[in-house]
């Protein structure tokens, strides 16, 4: 998934807030001027929207979901238009794209199964806020798989044959959208870094997949993996765990939700 943190709270709470003294305008609030939940941001972005050019619908002028899905529907040359002209093209797949085809049929040889759980962000909230912009959401969840990682052990294990093999390591998988396809870095020991140099370690791993600098080995042989799509929005989805791994995490969105006490 795409690795860019997005912070909930600040545009909920700016989405959510009315204007004080002034009714609901009548016409659509000018987009620029008018913020965005994070749904929406991120979709935009995933979709190439500016947001300057949507008109929300939400509270006084809020852009949602639907208003960018709307306004990339619109855009020349998308949708039906551009299905049209990929009519009856035959385009060669990539080594990459070859590569993750194998891997992905391959992955379905492994017992899968999915569990799902919802967590109270608020302590998280606070600690991204405590470092001051100096740790993101995803240097949290990798430090959450360390720290479970050690408190169980056994995770850390792959079958073969007759047997099982243990390994100290930690090494954890990033899922990375790049230009060339979806890949999968390996951090190596993470548990080996503490939270401020794992920070900088995996940053520098996840750039070099970007930049096409990693090695097919620096690309294999993890034994957890993370995929954060939480930054596009994703509710919530079913990872397929990849072939060799034990384990795979996968974060959605945070929001906002209800919760009775």
Known sequence: GELQEQSAA???????????????????????????VPKARALAQELGVDLATVTGSGENGTILPDDVRRAASSKP?????????LGGRRVPLTAIARATIAALERAWTTPQFTQGILVDATGLQRAKAAS??????????????????????????????????YTDSIDISIATATEAGLLIPVL??????SLQKRSAA???????????????????????????LGTRGVDYGTPLLPYGHAAIVFVAALTHRPLEI
């Open 188 to 193: 190596r020991d993470a548990g080996a870094y």
């Open 77 to 85: 040359g998308t949708a039906s238009s551009a299905a049209a002209k």
């Open 10 to 36: 600040a545009d909920s709470k700016a989405a959510a807030a009315p204007s004080s003294g002034s009714p609901r305008a009548s016409a659509p609030a000018a987009a620029s001027k008018a913020s965005a």
């Open 202 to 228: 995996w940053q520098t791993v996840v750039e070099g997949a970007r930049a096409g600098r990693l090695s097919p080995q620096e690309m294999s042989g993890g034994m957890l993996a993370l995929s954060n």
């Open 132 to 165: 001051q912009g100096a740790l993101s959401y995803m240097d949290f969840f990798l430090d959450a798989i360390v720290r479970a990682a050690q408190a169980v052990p056994e995770v850390l294990a792959r079958v073969a044959d007759d047997h099982i093999t």
